[in-house]
């Protein structure tokens, strides 16, 4: 049974960082695109980053030169670094790998 277990969240102030992590079970990470997606109330879930099994990644626009997404195939982990946090970074993120499995997601919150 493939689990995904995101941990690291929480309450941040503007302009602080967090790293968020990601830790599966029941399979192996290297062989599948992981990602982290984040849904802000009210609003739908948008991809965050994304990297592939080969290591290359791609953010979205509003978080470039300030996120990083990493993995750790030995320990079956991928990351986010989040850096110079604002607001509206505030959002429960989740941990994705292809195609179908999610995590339970994490919160994170960004104070003024």
């Known amino acids: 049974q493939v689990q995904l277990v995101e941990s690291g969240g929480g309450l941040v102030q503007a302009g602080g960082s967090l790293r968020l992590s990601c830790a599966a079970s029941?399979?192996?990470?290297?062989?599948?695109?992981m990602g982290w997606y984040r849904q802000a109330p009210g609003s739908q879930r948008e991809l965050v980053a994304i990297?592939?099994?080969?290591?290359?990644?791609s953010y979205a626009d509003s978080v470039k030169g300030r996120f990083t997404m990493s993995r750790d195939n030995a320990k079956n982990t991928v990351y986010l670094q989040m850096d110079s946090l604002k607001p509206e970074d505030t959002a429960v993120y989740y941990c994705w790998m292809s195609y179908t499995f999610w995590g339970q997601g994490t919160q994170v919150t960004v104070s003024s």
């Open positions: 029941g399979t192996t990470i290297s062989i599948n695109t």
């Open positions: 990297i592939s099994s080969g290591g290359s990644t």
